[in-house]
């Protein structure tokens, strides 16, 4: 079902798997805890929690010693950050829904320390950034995306969420916000079966903003 356009109309996105393709960052982050911890867990079975906070994730691996992964981890990504790669037509997106008057909200599981340079290469104004370590609990919990609107002063029934993994989509429908799967990302859509846009450009028909924009002509790069 396609999501109402109001007046204060919110676009919220998760931020690794649906605006930058930080996957080669991840790995190369996790070999480096690997390697400096003896952990013997693949990459492949840290990137099926991705979306939750970093401990929450450590927990699910059954890991310890948390803080010195953390550390590993962060120290790894911030050196291979020049491996993140911007989604094909994302920024281009942004900035129609922006000439649309969508207001745009960031809700990720990624530190602000890491996640900033990356929303920086966007060009986009975003008007609130929700991330961990601040009040609310971590996705699945809808805490993140509820503080984000209450940032925008929106109802969850003017809210829309695009996300990539399935807590993605639970934190959604607990926040009683509309969800939209970016089916570009990492992970498969939840149940019930969620609308799956299939590109960035996909985004503006499902929510109907195509029309609303000045940015999107005919001949665009779109």
């Given at each position: 079902m396609k999501a109402h356009v109001g007046p204060h109309h919110v676009l919220l996105l998760d931020l690794d798997g649906v605006l930058v393709d930080t996957r080669p960052v991840m790995e190369s982050?996790?070999?480096?805890?690997?390697?400096?911890?003896?952990?013997?867990?693949p990459f492949?079975?840290?990137?099926?929690?991705?979306?939750r906070p970093f401990n929450d994730?450590?927990?699910?691996?059954?890991?310890?010693?948390?803080?010195?992964?953390?550390?590993?981890?962060?120290?790894?990504?911030?050196?291979?950050?020049?491996?993140?790669?911007?989604?094909?037509?994302?920024?281009?997106?942004?900035?129609?829904?922006?000439?649309?008057?969508?207001?745009l909200g960031i809700v990720t599981s990624k530190p602000l320390d890491?996640?900033?340079?990356?929303?920086?290469?966007?060009?986009?104004?975003?008007?609130?950034?929700?991330?961990?370590?601040?009040q609310g609990r971590g996705k699945p919990a809808p805490d993140p995306l509820l503080l984000a609107l209450i940032d925008l002063g929106a109802d969850p029934a003017h809210g829309t969420y695009v996300g990539d993994m399935a807590v993605d989509q639970e934190a959604a429908h607990r926040a009683g916000v509309?969800?939209?799967?970016?089916?570009?990302?990492?992970?498969?859509?939840?149940?019930?079966?969620?609308?799956?846009?299939?590109?960035?450009?996909?985004?503006?028909?499902l929510l109907d903003a195509s029309h609303r924009s000045s940015t999107l002509v005919e001949g665009s790069v779109l």
């Open positions: 982050a996790w070999h480096a805890v690997q390697e400096s911890h003896g952990i013997d867990v492949a079975e840290y990137e099926r929690h991705l979306g994730i450590m927990e699910r691996l059954e890991l310890t010693a948390v803080g010195g992964i953390h550390a590993t981890y962060s120290q790894a990504s911030v050196a291979a950050a020049q491996l993140a790669r911007q989604f094909d037509g994302i920024a281009e997106v942004l900035h129609a829904f922006v000439a649309a008057d969508w207001r890491r996640a900033t340079p990356l929303l920086a290469q966007l060009g986009c104004p975003f008007a609130t950034v929700r991330v961990p370590g601040g509309s969800y939209i799967h970016a089916g570009w990302g990492y992970g498969c859509p939840g149940t019930p079966t969620p609308d799956i846009a299939q590109s960035p450009k996909d985004l503006l028909r």
